[in-house]
């Protein structure tokens, strides 16, 4: 599980971290709100700790503009302020649930694990119909993808590949693995059509197609999607 850690406090980055980390998380930080959304919106996190007070862009202002962008991502907001109206405005502009600062840190691992365990896993999330990773946007009920807000228009098989590699993230997929689970045996296209199609789909939807951060080559074995 991948948690975004925005805080500015540098001794509370340390502790939450370690701890996290031992609870076998894996963690980036930000120090700033601003380099906290962007973060969020170019990688795949299942968790952001978002503290409210922060230079550059305060938290409310992140889980609010997370939200318009679409980014569905559980946020559990830290605050040190304790005034009802306070949570109340957090919640309302998209925050999951909250905690006061000072908190006990087995406190926050139950708030993790709570919603972790509310939020569909990314696979039910595309079979109920949408994926989001980076600012890249698929509505598998449509069969559209959007970048940025912008229409992607995507051949069906281009579709289908990306689909597959979306609901069988993480995993390597050989060339001939690829070509039976997309194409089917009839279909009978050469392995070269499935680099075609990764090429297609990485000029489309990564920001350096040369290098790219989602659809990416292991070497020897074929490819496997990250986010």
């Known amino acids: 599980m991948k948690i975004l850690l925005v805080e500015d406090e540098k001794g509370l980055i340390v502790t939450l971290t370690d701890r996290l980390t031992s609870e076998g998380f894996d963690v980036t930080s930000a120090a700033?709100?601003?380099?906290?959304?962007?973060?969020?919106?170019?990688?795949?996190?299942?968790?952001?700790?978002?503290?409210?007070?922060?230079?550059?862009?305060?938290?409310?202002?992140?889980?609010?503009?997370?939200?318009q962008k679409g980014i569905q991502t559980p946020i559990l907001m830290l605050t040190a302020k304790g005034e009802t109206i306070d949570k109340v405005l957090g919640l309302k502009l998209g925050a999951d649930d909250y905690l006061t600062k000072p908190f006990e840190v087995?406190?926050?691992?139950?708030?993790?694990?709570?919603?972790l365990r509310r939020r569909p896993s990314q696979t039910e999330a595309a079979i109920n119909g949408?994926?989001?990773?980076?600012?890249?946007?698929?509505?598998?009920?449509?069969?559209?993808?959007?970048?940025?807000?912008?229409?992607?228009?995507?051949?069906?098989?281009?579709?289908?590949?990306?689909?597959?590699?979306?609901?069988?993230?993480?995993?390597?997929?050989?060339?001939?693995?690829?070509?039976?689970?997309?194409?089917?045996?009839?279909?009978?296209?050469?392995?070269?059509?499935?680099?075609?199609?990764?090429?297609w789909l990485r000029q489309k939807l990564e920001d350096n197609p040369k290098h790219p951060q989602y659809i990416q080559t292991v070497h020897g074995f074929g490819y496997k999607f990250t986010a």
């Open 32 to 67: 700033d709100g601003k380099l906290g959304f962007d973060l969020a919106c170019t990688q795949q996190f299942d968790m952001i700790l978002l503290d409210v007070m922060l230079p550059k862009k305060n938290g409310y202002d992140v889980a609010r503009d997370l939200r």
């Open 106 to 115: 087995m406190e926050l691992l139950a708030r993790i694990e709570a919603l």
């Open 130 to 199: 949408a994926f989001r990773f980076g600012d890249v946007g698929v509505d598998f009920k449509r069969a559209e993808v959007t970048k940025s807000n912008t229409p992607v228009e995507l051949s069906a098989m281009e579709f289908r590949l990306l689909q597959f590699f979306i609901e069988n993230r993480g995993s390597v997929h050989s060339r001939d693995d690829l070509l039976d689970a997309v194409w089917g045996y009839d279909a009978m296209p050469t392995t070269r059509t499935v680099d075609v199609h990764v090429a």
